[in-house]
């Protein structure tokens, strides 16, 4: 048991099935705060029964949520607005940190926000360190997407984050894009996710490479070429700071790089 769980009094609660969803871990995270309770420990429902016991043991897992995702996240949106957000970044990070959430979620049920600037409990250092992170990759990937234009007239970016970020970049480049249509592809988890005619719509494994810019021609790279030359202002560059702005792996993503970067 961590140190706010000793602290704040709730108790835990056996083993948790989670199966790696949103809408799951809202609903856990609803649970532990009308319980007032966290598990023990949690186990990956995606897993194989014979996995699981090898792992846990022959504790049975949590039984099925008795409230609907919808009413789970709107009663976590009212209850604190702080703990909601944590929570979607948390999920959006992709860090197995389940289990430190559902304490400090039992534990703001039961004595409110105040527990979420306890600083000098680990669990909530992990959690906004992880939340710390989404929060750079988002201002990170709103500057360094680069939309080409496709046949079809749809703006695509293709995008590498290491965090679940691109959803949430939707509302931003909405706005940016006014009535352009546009997509943003995840390479890493294989998921697209676009606007045409004002309608959202996501695609994923194969059928996300669908929404990939088209081949770059070499009239194309030139003229981005000669654009950042023309506007390249000596004086002002700092290859140190753009270097920690846009690290390495973004590189081939950036048009500019070659000579704002490199040096060339």
């Not at 209850?79 to 929570?87: R, V, W």
């Not at 105040?114 to 909530?124: A, K, S, Y």
């Amino acid at each position: 048991m961590s140190s706010l769980a000793r602290e704040r009094g709730f108790a835990d609660g056996g083993t948790w099935s989670y199966d790696g969803s949103l809408e799951g871990l809202f609903l856990l995270a609803h649970r532990a705060c009308a319980e007032l309770s966290a598990p023990e420990a949690v186990a990956n429902a995606l897993a194989t029964e014979g996995e699981l016991f090898a792992l846990l043991g022959p504790a049975p897992l949590r039984s099925e949520p008795s409230v609907s995702a919808e009413t789970a996240l709107s009663e976590l949106r009212s209850f604190s607005c702080e703990l909601f957000d944590l929570i979607m970044r948390i999920w959006m990070s992709e860090e197995a940190l389940e289990l430190p959430l559902f304490r400090v979620c039992a534990a703001a049920a039961s004595q409110g926000d105040e527990v979420l600037r306890d600083f000098g409990d680990p669990d909530i250092r992990a959690l906004f360190s992880a939340a710390r992170r989404v929060d750079g990759e988002m201002h990170r990937f709103r500057g360094l997407a680069r939309f080409s234009p496709r046949k079809d007239g749809l703006f695509s970016a293709p995008l590498e984050p290491d965090c679940n970020i691109v959803p949430a970049l939707l509302p931003h480049f909405a706005q940016r894009f006014g009535s352009e249509d546009f997509a943003l592809v995840d390479l890493r988890r294989r998921l697209a996710f676009a606007r045409r005619g004002g309608a959202f719509e996501s695609r994923s494994g194969n059928d996300a490479w669908s929404l990939l810019p088209d081949a770059v021609d070499d009239e194309e790279e030139s003229l981005w070429k000669r654009y950042f030359v023309a506007t390249d202002n000596p004086s002002r560059r700092n290859p140190e700071l753009q270097r920690r702005l846009m690290p390495r792996r973004y590189w081939r993503f950036l048009p500019e790089v070659a000579r704002s970067i490199m040096g060339t």
